[in-house]
Nanobody
Framework: QVQLVESGGGLVQAGGSLRLSCAASGRTFSAYAMGWFRQAPGKEREFVASISRGGGSTYYPSSVKGRFTISRDNAKNTVYLQMNSLKPEDTAVYYC????????????????WGQGTQVTVSS
C-alpha cells in the first residue's frame, strides 16, 4: 500500500507559478513511477506529467510541455510539479498517482491515487 498526499495548490494569477508536492508513505517510494493528472469541472481527468522511478525519464503532453516540470526526491518520498506561466485553463484539481511499473499517460495503469489539490488560475 502507498498513501499519497498532495499539497501546494491555491489561487494564482495568470502568468504566475505554483509548485505542487505529493508526499508518499508506505512501501518503497523509489519502486514507483509517478504521475500527475488533473480534472477540471465537467471534464475528464487528463494526464499532466509522469516520471520514472529513478527520475531519469519524464513525459508531458503538449498542453503543458515547456511550462510544467515534474521531479522527485526519493530520499524525501516526494514528487513535485513545478507549474510556470499558468493559464486559466490550467484550473483543475490536481492528483498524483503511483505505478509499480512504468507509469505514463494512461490513468488505468496507476495503482494508487491521492485525494487531490485545487489549483485555480485567475485571468
Amino acid at each position: 500500500q502507498v498513501q499519497l498526499v498532495e499539497s501546494g495548490g491555491g489561487l494564482v494569477q495568470a502568468g504566475g507559478s505554483l509548485r505542487l508536492s505529493c508526499a508518499a508513505s508506505g512501501r518503497t517510494f523509489s519502486a514507483y513511477a509517478m504521475g500527475w493528472f488533473r480534472q477540471a469541472p465537467g471534464k475528464e481527468r487528463e494526464f499532466v506529467a509522469s516520471i520514472s522511478r529513478g527520475g531519469g525519464s519524464t513525459y508531458y503532453p503538449s498542453s503543458v510541455k515547456g511550462r510544467f516540470t515534474i521531479s522527485r526526491d526519493n530520499a524525501k518520498n516526494t514528487v513535485y510539479l513545478q507549474m510556470n506561466s499558468l493559464k486559466p485553463e490550467d484550473t483543475a484539481v490536481y492528483y498524483c498517482a503511483a505505478d509499480l511499473d512504468f507509469g505514463g499517460s494512461r490513468m488505468d495503469v496507476y495503482d494508487y491515487w491521492g485525494q487531490g489539490t485545487q489549483v485555480t488560475v485567475s485571468s
